[in-house]
Protein backbone atom coordinates (compact mmCIF):
# COMPACT_ATOMS: atom_id res chain seq x y z
CA UNK A 1 0.00 0.00 0.00
CA UNK A 2 1.49 3.37 -1.09
CA UNK A 3 1.72 6.02 1.05
CA UNK A 4 -1.05 8.54 -0.17
CA UNK A 5 -3.52 5.26 0.17
CA UNK A 6 -2.06 4.35 3.93
CA UNK A 7 -2.75 8.27 5.27
CA UNK A 8 -5.98 8.05 3.50
CA UNK A 9 -7.05 5.09 5.21
CA UNK A 10 -5.94 6.30 8.39
CA UNK A 11 -7.84 9.56 8.01
CA UNK A 12 -10.89 7.18 7.26
CA UNK A 13 -10.78 5.84 10.34
CA UNK A 14 -10.21 9.03 12.19
CA UNK A 15 -13.38 9.93 11.19
CA UNK A 16 -14.65 6.96 12.14
CA UNK A 17 -14.07 6.92 15.68
CA UNK A 18 -14.87 10.96 15.94
CA UNK A 19 -18.13 10.08 14.48
CA UNK A 20 -18.31 7.21 17.22
CA UNK A 21 -17.52 9.27 19.94
CA UNK A 22 -19.69 12.23 18.63
CA UNK A 23 -23.71 10.81 19.32
CA UNK A 24 -24.74 14.05 17.47
CA UNK A 25 -22.87 13.12 14.48
CA UNK A 26 -23.49 9.42 14.61
CA UNK A 27 -26.85 10.20 13.37
CA UNK A 28 -25.80 11.54 10.14
CA UNK A 29 -26.67 9.68 6.93
CA UNK A 30 -24.08 8.04 4.88
CA UNK A 31 -23.91 6.70 1.10
CA UNK A 32 -21.36 3.42 0.91
CA UNK A 33 -18.50 3.98 1.20
CA UNK A 34 -17.06 0.27 -0.51
CA UNK A 35 -18.00 -2.83 -2.79
CA UNK A 36 -19.00 -4.60 0.65
CA UNK A 37 -21.43 -1.61 1.53
CA UNK A 38 -23.05 -1.42 -2.01
CA UNK A 39 -23.81 -5.40 -2.16
CA UNK A 40 -25.91 -5.01 1.42
CA UNK A 41 -29.31 -6.85 1.36
CA UNK A 42 -32.70 -4.80 2.94
CA UNK A 43 -33.97 -8.58 3.11
CA UNK A 44 -33.70 -8.31 7.18
CA UNK A 45 -36.02 -5.86 7.46
CA UNK A 46 -38.02 -7.17 4.77
CA UNK A 47 -38.47 -10.37 6.95
CA UNK A 48 -39.42 -7.97 9.70
CA UNK A 49 -41.78 -6.00 8.09
CA UNK A 50 -43.62 -7.92 6.13
CA UNK A 51 -45.13 -10.23 8.68
CA UNK A 52 -47.41 -6.72 9.71
CA UNK A 53 -48.40 -6.07 6.59
CA UNK A 54 -51.80 -7.55 5.45
CA UNK A 55 -53.95 -7.31 2.26
CA UNK A 56 -57.50 -6.64 2.53
CA UNK A 57 -60.36 -8.12 -0.18
CA UNK A 58 -64.05 -5.75 0.28
CA UNK A 59 -67.15 -7.05 -1.31
CA UNK A 60 -69.53 -4.31 -2.19
CA UNK A 61 -73.39 -4.99 -2.64
CA UNK A 62 -74.46 -2.44 -5.89
CA UNK A 63 -77.65 -1.90 -6.64
CA UNK A 64 -78.50 -0.91 -10.23
CA UNK A 65 -81.89 -0.71 -12.57
CA UNK A 66 -82.68 -3.46 -14.54
CA UNK A 67 -83.23 -2.43 -18.54
CA UNK A 68 -86.59 -1.79 -19.26
CA UNK A 69 -88.12 -3.60 -22.56
CA UNK A 70 -87.68 -1.22 -25.50
CA UNK A 71 -91.30 -1.61 -26.12
CA UNK A 72 -92.53 1.25 -23.78
CA UNK A 73 -89.70 3.71 -25.37
CA UNK A 74 -92.16 3.49 -27.96
CA UNK A 75 -94.10 6.90 -28.72
CA UNK A 76 -97.08 4.67 -28.93
CA UNK A 77 -97.47 3.28 -25.75
CA UNK A 78 -95.97 6.48 -24.43
CA UNK A 79 -98.77 8.65 -26.10
CA UNK A 80 -101.32 6.28 -23.75
CA UNK A 81 -99.67 5.13 -20.77
CA UNK A 82 -97.22 8.71 -19.98
CA UNK A 83 -95.18 8.42 -16.94
CA UNK A 84 -97.53 5.19 -15.37
CA UNK A 85 -95.06 3.30 -17.79
CA UNK A 86 -93.80 0.74 -15.61
CA UNK A 87 -90.07 1.17 -14.84
CA UNK A 88 -87.34 -1.71 -14.54
CA UNK A 89 -86.69 -3.04 -11.18
CA UNK A 90 -83.48 -3.00 -9.43
CA UNK A 91 -81.05 -6.25 -9.61
CA UNK A 92 -77.88 -6.79 -7.27
CA UNK A 93 -74.34 -7.57 -7.96
CA UNK A 94 -71.38 -8.19 -5.77
CA UNK A 95 -68.12 -5.60 -6.76
CA UNK A 96 -64.82 -6.82 -5.30
CA UNK A 97 -61.93 -4.78 -4.77
CA UNK A 98 -58.26 -5.61 -2.99
CA UNK A 99 -56.15 -3.62 -1.04
CA UNK A 100 -53.32 -3.59 1.91
CA UNK A 101 -53.03 -2.54 5.52
CA UNK A 102 -51.14 -2.72 8.33
CA UNK A 103 -50.78 -4.42 12.07
CA UNK A 104 -50.29 -1.64 14.24
CA UNK A 105 -51.92 -3.47 17.52
CA UNK A 106 -50.91 -6.82 18.44
CA UNK A 107 -54.88 -7.20 19.61
CA UNK A 108 -55.47 -7.28 16.13
CA UNK A 109 -55.88 -3.19 15.05
CA UNK A 110 -55.30 -2.88 11.27
CA UNK A 111 -55.03 0.46 9.68
CA UNK A 112 -55.71 1.54 5.98
CA UNK A 113 -56.98 3.39 3.62
CA UNK A 114 -60.87 4.52 4.20
CA UNK A 115 -61.08 4.43 -0.01
CA UNK A 116 -60.43 0.94 0.46
CA UNK A 117 -62.91 -0.05 2.66
CA UNK A 118 -65.46 2.51 1.84
CA UNK A 119 -68.90 0.72 0.67
CA UNK A 120 -67.98 -2.67 1.88
CA UNK A 121 -70.38 -5.20 3.44
CA UNK A 122 -67.61 -7.51 3.81
CA UNK A 123 -64.01 -7.27 4.76
CA UNK A 124 -61.55 -10.00 4.44
CA UNK A 125 -58.24 -9.49 5.87
CA UNK A 126 -54.96 -12.27 4.98
CA UNK A 127 -52.12 -11.93 6.68
CA UNK A 128 -48.30 -12.85 5.33
CA UNK A 129 -48.61 -16.29 6.79
CA UNK A 130 -52.39 -16.46 4.46
CA UNK A 131 -54.26 -16.56 8.26
CA UNK A 132 -57.69 -14.82 7.28
CA UNK A 133 -59.92 -12.94 9.40
CA UNK A 134 -62.98 -11.27 8.92
CA UNK A 135 -62.74 -7.84 9.91
CA UNK A 136 -65.32 -4.90 12.02
CA UNK A 137 -64.52 -1.59 11.00
CA UNK A 138 -63.83 0.67 14.44
CA UNK A 139 -63.99 3.65 12.46
CA UNK A 140 -62.99 5.72 9.36
CA UNK A 141 -62.02 9.56 8.46
CA UNK A 142 -62.24 10.62 5.03
CA UNK A 143 -60.67 13.69 5.32
CA UNK A 144 -57.64 11.89 6.14
CA UNK A 145 -58.40 8.78 4.14
CA UNK A 146 -57.94 6.18 7.25
CA UNK A 147 -59.80 3.85 8.49
CA UNK A 148 -59.45 1.49 11.67
CA UNK A 149 -60.16 -2.46 11.69
CA UNK A 150 -60.26 -5.20 14.02
CA UNK A 151 -59.82 -8.70 13.70
CA UNK A 152 -60.74 -11.33 16.08
CA UNK A 153 -57.49 -12.56 17.11
CA UNK A 154 -59.16 -14.76 19.70
CA UNK A 155 -56.35 -13.47 22.50
CA UNK A 156 -53.76 -13.96 19.94
CA UNK A 157 -51.07 -11.67 19.63
CA UNK A 158 -50.02 -10.56 16.58
CA UNK A 159 -46.94 -9.48 14.48
CA UNK A 160 -46.79 -5.49 14.59
CA UNK A 161 -44.68 -2.21 13.02
CA UNK A 162 -43.43 0.16 14.96
CA UNK A 163 -44.63 3.51 14.15
CA UNK A 164 -42.02 5.95 13.95
CA UNK A 165 -41.81 10.36 14.34
CA UNK A 166 -42.28 10.78 10.88
CA UNK A 167 -41.13 14.38 11.36
CA UNK A 168 -37.42 12.85 11.66
CA UNK A 169 -37.38 12.55 7.81
CA UNK A 170 -35.28 13.52 5.34
CA UNK A 171 -35.34 13.81 1.58
CA UNK A 172 -33.03 11.21 0.22
CA UNK A 173 -33.80 8.72 3.40
CA UNK A 174 -34.32 5.03 1.43
CA UNK A 175 -37.68 3.54 2.20
CA UNK A 176 -39.77 0.89 1.28
CA UNK A 177 -43.37 0.28 0.45
CA UNK A 178 -45.07 -2.74 0.91
CA UNK A 179 -48.47 -3.85 -0.24
CA UNK A 180 -50.39 -6.23 -2.12
CA UNK A 181 -50.01 -4.14 -6.13
CA UNK A 182 -52.71 -5.47 -8.70
CA UNK A 183 -53.92 -8.28 -6.72
CA UNK A 184 -50.55 -10.06 -7.44
CA UNK A 185 -49.42 -10.83 -3.87
CA UNK A 186 -47.13 -9.37 -1.33
CA UNK A 187 -44.88 -6.91 -2.65
CA UNK A 188 -41.35 -4.89 -1.57
CA UNK A 189 -40.08 -1.73 -3.73
CA UNK A 190 -37.37 0.55 -2.53
CA UNK A 191 -36.93 3.97 -3.37
CA UNK A 192 -36.38 7.40 -1.53
CA UNK A 193 -38.28 10.14 0.11
CA UNK A 194 -38.70 12.66 -3.15
CA UNK A 195 -40.51 15.20 -1.19
CA UNK A 196 -42.24 16.35 2.45
CA UNK A 197 -45.42 18.07 2.86
CA UNK A 198 -47.02 17.79 -0.16
CA UNK A 199 -50.49 18.41 -1.18
CA UNK A 200 -52.55 16.79 -3.10
CA UNK A 201 -54.86 19.73 -4.13
CA UNK A 202 -57.06 21.95 -2.15
CA UNK A 203 -54.00 22.61 0.29
CA UNK A 204 -55.18 26.26 0.80
CA UNK A 205 -58.50 25.32 2.56
CA UNK A 206 -58.73 26.15 6.07
CA UNK A 207 -60.00 22.73 6.86
CA UNK A 208 -57.34 20.61 4.47
CA UNK A 209 -54.56 19.34 6.65
CA UNK A 210 -53.06 17.14 4.45
CA UNK A 211 -49.29 16.69 4.20
CA UNK A 212 -48.31 13.64 2.15
CA UNK A 213 -44.82 11.94 2.08
CA UNK A 214 -43.78 11.83 -1.28
CA UNK A 215 -41.84 8.67 -2.80
CA UNK A 216 -40.41 7.29 -5.76
CA UNK A 217 -40.82 3.40 -4.65
CA UNK A 218 -43.17 1.81 -6.73
CA UNK A 219 -46.62 2.34 -5.83
CA UNK A 220 -49.83 0.83 -7.98
CA UNK A 221 -53.29 -0.18 -7.42
CA UNK A 222 -53.46 -2.22 -4.48
CA UNK A 223 -50.60 -0.95 -2.64
CA UNK A 224 -53.31 1.54 -0.77
CA UNK A 225 -53.33 0.90 2.81
CA UNK A 226 -50.01 -0.54 2.68
CA UNK A 227 -46.60 0.43 4.77
CA UNK A 228 -44.04 2.91 3.95
CA UNK A 229 -41.09 1.89 6.44
CA UNK A 230 -37.64 3.18 7.11
CA UNK A 231 -34.31 1.75 6.89
CA UNK A 232 -35.09 0.17 10.30
CA UNK A 233 -37.87 -1.39 9.76
CA UNK A 234 -40.36 1.31 11.62
CA UNK A 235 -43.73 2.60 9.88
CA UNK A 236 -42.97 5.97 8.55
CA UNK A 237 -46.48 6.18 6.14
CA UNK A 238 -49.60 4.82 4.92
CA UNK A 239 -49.61 4.61 1.02
CA UNK A 240 -52.56 6.56 0.00
CA UNK A 241 -52.14 7.60 -3.52
CA UNK A 242 -50.12 7.97 -6.97
CA UNK A 243 -49.75 10.66 -9.40
CA UNK A 244 -50.47 8.82 -12.63
CA UNK A 245 -51.85 9.39 -16.22
CA UNK A 246 -52.77 6.16 -17.22
CA UNK A 247 -53.15 3.99 -13.46
CA UNK A 248 -49.76 3.20 -13.28
CA UNK A 249 -46.75 4.15 -11.44
CA UNK A 250 -44.54 7.10 -12.90
CA UNK A 251 -42.40 7.26 -9.27
CA UNK A 252 -44.64 9.71 -7.74
CA UNK A 253 -46.57 8.15 -4.82
CA UNK A 254 -47.64 9.61 -1.66
CA UNK A 255 -47.97 8.21 1.85
CA UNK A 256 -50.16 9.67 4.91
CA UNK A 257 -47.04 10.25 7.39
CA UNK A 258 -46.81 8.32 10.58
CA UNK A 259 -47.33 11.09 13.21
CA UNK A 260 -51.04 11.73 11.58
CA UNK A 261 -51.61 8.04 11.67
CA UNK A 262 -51.15 7.60 15.25
CA UNK A 263 -53.35 10.73 16.41
CA UNK A 264 -56.30 9.46 14.13
CA UNK A 265 -55.97 6.07 14.80
CA UNK A 266 -55.97 6.77 18.96
CA UNK A 267 -59.04 9.02 18.54
CA UNK A 268 -60.66 6.64 15.99
CA UNK A 269 -60.40 3.80 18.48
CA UNK A 270 -61.01 6.14 21.57
CA UNK A 271 -63.98 7.94 20.19
CA UNK A 272 -65.21 6.20 17.02
CA UNK A 273 -64.56 9.22 14.76
CA UNK A 274 -61.70 12.12 14.37
CA UNK A 275 -61.31 14.29 17.07
CA UNK A 276 -58.41 16.66 16.29
CA UNK A 277 -57.44 20.22 18.08
CA UNK A 278 -59.02 22.79 17.84
CA UNK A 279 -56.79 26.28 17.03
CA UNK A 280 -59.66 29.10 16.84
CA UNK A 281 -57.33 31.32 14.63
CA UNK A 282 -57.33 31.90 11.15
CA UNK A 283 -54.18 33.25 8.60
CA UNK A 284 -52.96 33.33 5.26
CA UNK A 285 -49.20 32.98 4.10
CA UNK A 286 -46.94 35.63 4.14
CA UNK A 287 -46.43 36.92 0.63
CA UNK A 288 -43.19 38.91 -0.30
CA UNK A 289 -45.05 41.91 0.08
CA UNK A 290 -46.35 41.46 3.63
CA UNK A 291 -42.52 40.30 4.15
CA UNK A 292 -41.22 43.38 3.16
CA UNK A 293 -43.83 45.31 4.90
CA UNK A 294 -43.31 43.50 8.15
CA UNK A 295 -39.11 43.98 8.06
CA UNK A 296 -39.02 39.79 7.44
CA UNK A 297 -35.72 38.82 5.82
CA UNK A 298 -37.67 36.07 3.75
CA UNK A 299 -41.54 35.34 3.31
CA UNK A 300 -42.07 32.45 5.81
CA UNK A 301 -44.83 31.71 8.51
CA UNK A 302 -48.81 32.45 8.89
CA UNK A 303 -50.19 35.82 9.40
CA UNK A 304 -53.41 35.91 11.93
CA UNK A 305 -56.07 37.52 10.75
CA UNK A 306 -58.93 36.25 12.57
CA UNK A 307 -59.25 35.32 16.04
CA UNK A 308 -62.36 33.27 17.59
CA UNK A 309 -63.84 35.18 20.47
CA UNK A 310 -62.38 32.69 23.86
CA UNK A 311 -61.00 30.10 21.40
CA UNK A 312 -57.73 28.68 22.24
CA UNK A 313 -55.44 31.25 20.32
CA UNK A 314 -57.39 33.89 22.29
CA UNK A 315 -56.82 32.60 25.43
CA UNK A 316 -53.06 32.11 25.00
CA UNK A 317 -52.72 35.85 24.08
CA UNK A 318 -52.26 35.25 20.17
CA UNK A 319 -53.71 38.15 18.42
CA UNK A 320 -54.22 39.56 14.63
CA UNK A 321 -51.29 40.93 12.75
CA UNK A 322 -48.90 38.36 14.65
CA UNK A 323 -47.07 36.15 12.13
CA UNK A 324 -46.39 32.38 13.43
CA UNK A 325 -42.83 31.30 12.15
CA UNK A 326 -42.60 27.72 14.35
CA UNK A 327 -44.90 25.23 15.75
CA UNK A 328 -43.08 22.76 18.51
CA UNK A 329 -39.70 24.00 17.53
CA UNK A 330 -40.38 22.95 13.54
CA UNK A 331 -40.41 26.04 11.26
CA UNK A 332 -44.03 26.83 9.74
CA UNK A 333 -43.58 27.85 5.75
CA UNK A 334 -46.94 28.73 5.18
CA UNK A 335 -50.53 27.33 6.78
CA UNK A 336 -50.52 24.05 5.52
CA UNK A 337 -47.70 23.79 8.45
CA UNK A 338 -49.60 24.95 11.23
CA UNK A 339 -52.66 22.97 10.64
CA UNK A 340 -50.43 19.95 9.97
CA UNK A 341 -48.54 20.33 13.51
CA UNK A 342 -51.56 21.46 15.49
CA UNK A 343 -53.55 18.23 14.08
CA UNK A 344 -51.06 16.34 14.97
CA UNK A 345 -50.30 17.15 18.02
CA UNK A 346 -52.28 15.22 21.40
CA UNK A 347 -55.33 16.44 22.40
CA UNK A 348 -55.09 17.57 26.05
CA UNK A 349 -51.50 18.77 25.70
CA UNK A 350 -49.90 22.52 24.73
CA UNK A 351 -47.96 23.42 21.80
CA UNK A 352 -45.31 26.29 21.82
CA UNK A 353 -45.50 28.88 18.84
CA UNK A 354 -43.15 30.95 17.88
CA UNK A 355 -44.92 34.42 17.32
CA UNK A 356 -43.01 37.50 15.58
CA UNK A 357 -44.79 41.05 16.58
CA UNK A 358 -43.30 44.56 15.64
CA UNK A 359 -41.69 44.70 19.12
CA UNK A 360 -39.74 41.20 18.75
CA UNK A 361 -40.42 37.34 18.69
CA UNK A 362 -42.02 35.46 21.62
CA UNK A 363 -43.31 32.08 22.60
CA UNK A 364 -46.94 31.46 23.62
CA UNK A 365 -48.40 28.04 24.60
CA UNK A 366 -51.79 26.81 23.52
CA UNK A 367 -53.91 24.52 24.95
CA UNK A 368 -54.63 21.84 22.63
CA UNK A 369 -58.96 21.55 22.97
CA UNK A 370 -61.16 19.46 20.92
CA UNK A 371 -63.70 22.15 18.98
CA UNK A 372 -66.31 23.02 21.25
CA UNK A 373 -70.25 22.64 20.96
CA UNK A 374 -71.00 26.45 21.34
CA UNK A 375 -73.28 27.22 21.09
CA UNK A 376 -75.18 23.71 21.57
CA UNK A 377 -76.24 22.97 17.40
CA UNK A 378 -80.01 22.47 18.73
CA UNK A 379 -80.72 20.66 15.16
CA UNK A 380 -84.35 22.14 14.18
CA UNK A 381 -86.62 21.08 11.52
CA UNK A 382 -88.32 24.81 10.67
CA UNK A 383 -92.19 25.12 9.41
CA UNK A 384 -94.15 26.98 7.46
CA UNK A 385 -94.57 30.07 9.31
CA UNK A 386 -90.00 30.15 9.04
CA UNK A 387 -90.91 31.89 5.76
CA UNK A 388 -88.20 30.64 3.12
CA UNK A 389 -86.65 28.42 5.77
CA UNK A 390 -89.96 26.48 5.78
CA UNK A 391 -88.96 22.65 5.26
CA UNK A 392 -85.13 22.96 6.29
CA UNK A 393 -83.44 21.21 8.79
CA UNK A 394 -81.34 23.71 10.20
CA UNK A 395 -78.28 23.49 13.24
CA UNK A 396 -76.59 26.35 15.24
CA UNK A 397 -72.86 26.90 13.96
CA UNK A 398 -70.23 25.76 16.24
CA UNK A 399 -66.70 24.98 16.04
CA UNK A 400 -67.66 21.02 16.32
CA UNK A 401 -70.04 20.73 13.86
CA UNK A 402 -67.95 22.56 11.72
CA UNK A 403 -65.10 20.46 11.63
CA UNK A 404 -67.45 17.33 11.15
CA UNK A 405 -68.86 18.96 8.16
CA UNK A 406 -65.33 20.20 6.74
CA UNK A 407 -66.37 23.85 7.40
CA UNK A 408 -64.50 27.00 8.62
CA UNK A 409 -64.53 26.05 12.27
CA UNK A 410 -64.42 30.21 12.74
CA UNK A 411 -67.45 30.90 11.03
CA UNK A 412 -70.87 31.51 12.80
CA UNK A 413 -74.44 31.39 11.61
CA UNK A 414 -77.12 28.78 10.82
CA UNK A 415 -76.15 26.48 8.66
CA UNK A 416 -78.63 23.93 6.41
CA UNK A 417 -78.21 20.40 7.20
CA UNK A 418 -81.31 19.06 5.25
CA UNK A 419 -83.96 19.89 2.82
CA UNK A 420 -87.86 18.44 2.84
CA UNK A 421 -88.69 17.24 -0.66
CA UNK A 422 -91.17 20.09 -2.08
CA UNK A 423 -90.35 22.20 1.17
CA UNK A 424 -90.73 25.87 0.38
CA UNK A 425 -86.40 26.34 1.34
CA UNK A 426 -86.15 23.19 -1.11
CA UNK A 427 -88.05 25.24 -4.27
CA UNK A 428 -86.36 28.29 -3.83
CA UNK A 429 -82.76 26.37 -4.41
CA UNK A 430 -81.17 26.45 -0.68
CA UNK A 431 -78.51 23.81 -0.12
CA UNK A 432 -77.42 21.25 2.40
CA UNK A 433 -74.44 23.40 3.99
CA UNK A 434 -75.48 26.72 3.35
CA UNK A 435 -74.88 29.20 6.28
CA UNK A 436 -77.15 31.93 6.92
CA UNK A 437 -75.67 34.76 8.11
CA UNK A 438 -77.70 37.49 7.77
CA UNK A 439 -81.40 38.03 7.14
CA UNK A 440 -83.20 42.02 6.39
CA UNK A 441 -79.54 43.35 7.58
CA UNK A 442 -79.90 41.24 10.93
CA UNK A 443 -77.08 38.98 12.40
CA UNK A 444 -78.61 35.49 12.81
CA UNK A 445 -75.84 33.48 14.69
CA UNK A 446 -78.58 31.26 16.02
CA UNK A 447 -81.73 29.44 15.09
CA UNK A 448 -83.73 31.87 17.37
CA UNK A 449 -82.34 35.11 16.12
CA UNK A 450 -83.28 33.83 12.10
CA UNK A 451 -86.66 32.65 13.34
CA UNK A 452 -87.28 36.43 14.99
CA UNK A 453 -85.57 38.04 11.53
CA UNK A 454 -88.19 36.12 9.23
CA UNK A 455 -91.57 36.03 11.16
CA UNK A 456 -92.33 39.81 11.16
CA UNK A 457 -92.12 40.33 7.63
CA UNK A 458 -92.83 39.04 3.72
CA UNK A 459 -89.72 40.22 2.45
CA UNK A 460 -86.41 39.04 3.15
CA UNK A 461 -82.84 40.05 2.20
CA UNK A 462 -81.02 36.69 2.98
CA UNK A 463 -77.04 36.77 3.17
CA UNK A 464 -75.74 33.14 3.01
CA UNK A 465 -72.12 31.52 2.40
CA UNK A 466 -72.25 28.45 -0.04
CA UNK A 467 -68.79 27.06 -0.93
CA UNK A 468 -66.74 29.98 0.48
CA UNK A 469 -68.53 32.66 -1.05
CA UNK A 470 -70.92 35.06 0.00
CA UNK A 471 -74.41 35.23 -1.53
CA UNK A 472 -77.29 37.54 -1.48
CA UNK A 473 -80.70 37.20 -2.14
CA UNK A 474 -84.32 39.18 -1.88
CA UNK A 475 -87.03 36.63 -1.75
CA UNK A 476 -91.10 37.83 -0.78
CA UNK A 477 -94.10 35.60 -0.11
Known amino acids: MDMRRLIASLMLTTLGLVALAAPTMAQQRVVPDSKAEALLSFSPVVKQVTPAVVNIYTKTVVKTRAPMSPLFNDPFFRRFFGDALPRGGTRERVETSLGSGVIVRDDGIVVTNDHVIAGASE ?26 LRLETEGEALPTL ?19 PFGVGQTTTMGIVSALGRTTGGGDSQHDFRSFIQTDAAINPGNSGGALVDGQGRLVGINTAIYSRDGGNVGIGFAIPSNMVRVTVDSLISEGRAVRPWFGAGGQGVTNDIAQSLGMAR ?31 LPVVGPADLRYRI ?58 LAEEMGLDSLQRGVVVLALKRGGTAARLGFRPGDIIT ?17 RPTVRWTITLLRDGRSLTTTLSQ
Open 123 to 148: ITVILADRREFEAEVLGTDERTDLAV
Open 299 to 329: PVGVLINEIYPGGPADRAGLKVGDVVVAAGG
Open 162 to 180: PLADSDALEVGDLVLAVGN
Open 343 to 400: VTAPLGDDLDLTVRRADGERVVRVALIPPPEDPPRNVTRLERFDGPFEGAEVANLNPA
Open 438 to 454: RVNDRETPTIKELQRAV
